[in-house]
């Protein structure tokens, strides 16, 4: 038996483990939760886009297009080049399947079956490629812009061996395309915006910046504006000692109105 609770902890070592926690317990009360700006270090991960490019796809003869490619069936534009792939744009006039009947469909194919400006390398088959994209169909000359979105921007991931083509099934219903301000002279024309992104991302050390130490709490000796468009510092404007000098005739005036 043990005579008392340190004999207890000498026989079982948990005299080291009391006194590692006792440790930690004063180094975390030493720690300060207010940084100074000399000791901060800040990593910035920037996602950068490898290319970008807009690319019109004009459709002359709709109504003629509409009636040769049937359900399922696509016309393609020519291959484009963006971040040293190739791409398509994909139009199905009358949707991609049954069920987007009475829609036009568009998709957006990486086409790099055949090599394109040098092209992807031989064992670059399965290397995803990340790509934000966003279809528009454009109004015609003297129409006002149309300000209900014809689609959204979304982030899409391509494979040469897995997801070759990205887009919408439904994009639009086929009576509001065939609209005048879409359709005129038998022809329209599609936008399509799209941002190859850098993979993998960037990651520096940089700076500290004003912004950066205010988020930390270091005190500073400027102040941070953000207006919207940018973030800029002002000089803080120090505080006229006659204000202090203000402040304490006061409480001196409020104290001796009480005083007996």
């Not at 000399?38 to 009636?67: L, P, Q």
């Not at 454009?138 to 494979?159: I, V, Y």
């Not at 002002?234 to 006061?250: C, M």
Request: glycine residues 8%; proline residues 5%; contains cysteine.
């Amino acid at each position: 038996m043990y005579s008392s609770l340190s004999d207890l902890a000498m026989s079982t070592g948990a005299t080291e483990m009391i006194v590692a926690t006792a440790d930690a317990a004063s180094s975390t009360r030493c720690m300060s939760s207010t940084a100074r700006a000399e000791d901060v270090i800040v990593s910035t991960a920037v996602a950068t886009a490898a290319g970008t490019k807009c690319h019109m796809f004009k459709i002359d003869g709709y109504k003629r297009i509409k009636a040769m490619y049937g359900k399922g069936r696509s016309i393609d534009s020519c291959r484009f080049e963006v971040a040293g792939r190739a791409w398509k744009i994909l139009f199905f006039p009358n949707g991609d399947c049954r069920d987007t009947a009475g829609h036009v469909s568009l998709f957006l194919k990486l086409d790099d079956d055949d090599t394109v400006g040098g092209g992807p390398d031989d064992n670059d088959d399965g290397k995803v490629v990340v790509v934000e994209l966003r279809f528009s169909l454009l109004c015609r000359p003297g129409w006002a812009p149309d300000d209900r979105p014809q689609s959204w921007t979304r982030t899409a991931t391509f494979t040469n061996k897995g997801n070759k083509t990205m887009g919408y099934s439904q994009f639009m219903k086929r009576s509001e395309l065939e609209m005048p301000r879409f359709l005129g002279d038998d022809c329209l024309a599609i936008r399509c915006d799209m941002s190859v992104l850098d993979d993998p991302v960037d990651v520096k050390e940089e700076p500290a910046q004003p912004l950066d130490l205010q988020r930390l709490g270091v005190p500073l000796d400027c102040k941070v504006v953000d207006d919207g468009a940018c973030i800029k510092t002002e000089p803080l404007v120090p505080v006229p000692l006659s204000y202090f000098k203000f402040t304490e005739a006061l409480v001196k005036l409020f104290v001796g109105c009480f005083d007996v």
